[in-house]
């Protein structure tokens, strides 16, 4: 398992395996997203209170899934980098910040474009809105923070330190809405007991949700092979990859 972990970790030989994943990742993100939006826009009925309105949410709630898992793949990325220092670990958190905050606006921006027909208005200071809007400014405050700081490997450790302690707001996320009064939506997807919405429904938010988490990595280890091109440019292995050898 330490050999695995120690393999994955070295630069060249991550740059190598992401580089042959994302065509075939590529592939995989469209079909998913393909079914997941001709399920959910086309197939799916109308919702029998909301109507086609309801429809955002197969971009909504995958979108907030997605703010919540790369945040704590960002703490967990931080333990890494304080305890073994390891750099692609640093690459993986700051790469995953961008994208993370990318998801962050986009389930904020829609769930305003669907609060205001719903609601009566673009924004309320509701628990769950409130405590994703801070985690966006947690996001910023990590791509803030690094680029900040000219030495990149205390940037990490600082943004490292960071992404642990701001990791204290996920399960303020996820329960705000159990534990305060609120205007936002109850847990719906969980509750297989007593589902709460319907299969023709499910089915398609889930695909959704795997696009988004496909298109998660894809993303991430394009940036990651950059951030590593620019970190290691004087490596030998990046000298052997501009002469156009295999490494």
Not at 107 to 128: E, H, N
Request: charged share 15%; net charge positive.
């Amino acid at each position: 398992m330490f050999l695995w972990f120690h393999k994955w970790g070295s630069p060249p030989h991550f740059y190598r395996i992401a580089g042959k994943w994302i065509p075939w990742l590529t592939g995989i993100f469209l079909l998913l997203l393909l079914a997941g939006l001709y399920g959910g826009l086309v197939l799916a009925p109308p919702d029998y209170q909301q109507g086609d309105s309801y429809r955002i949410i197969f971009i909504h709630v995958p979108a907030a899934w997605m703010s919540l898992l790369i945040y704590i793949i960002m703490a967990f990325c931080g333990i890494i980098i304080i305890v073994w220092r390891m750099k692609l670990a640093e690459v993986v958190l700051i790469s995953s910040a961008s994208i993370g905050a990318s998801f962050t606006f986009l389930a904020l921006a829609t769930g305003s474009i669907w609060g205001k027909p719903m609601w009566g208005t673009w924004w309320v200071w509701d628990a769950r809105l409130t405590s994703e809007l801070i985690l966006l400014f947690l996001y910023l405050g990590v791509i803030g923070l690094y680029n900040a700081i000219d030495d990149k490997r205390i940037a990490a450790k600082a943004v490292a330190i960071l992404a642990i302690v701001g990791v204290v707001n996920i399960p303020i996320i996820h329960y705000s809405v159990e534990w305060w009064s609120s205007l936002h939506q109850g847990p719906t997807i969980t509750k297989f007991d007593k589902p709460s919405i319907h299969w023709s429904m499910l089915i398609p938010l889930l695909l959704m949700a795997l696009a988004f988490q496909v298109y998660y990595v894809l993303t991430l280890f394009q940036s990651c092979r950059g951030e590593l091109l620019k970190r290691e440019r004087n490596s030998k292995w990046v000298a052997e990859l501009s002469e156009g050898n295999d490494v």
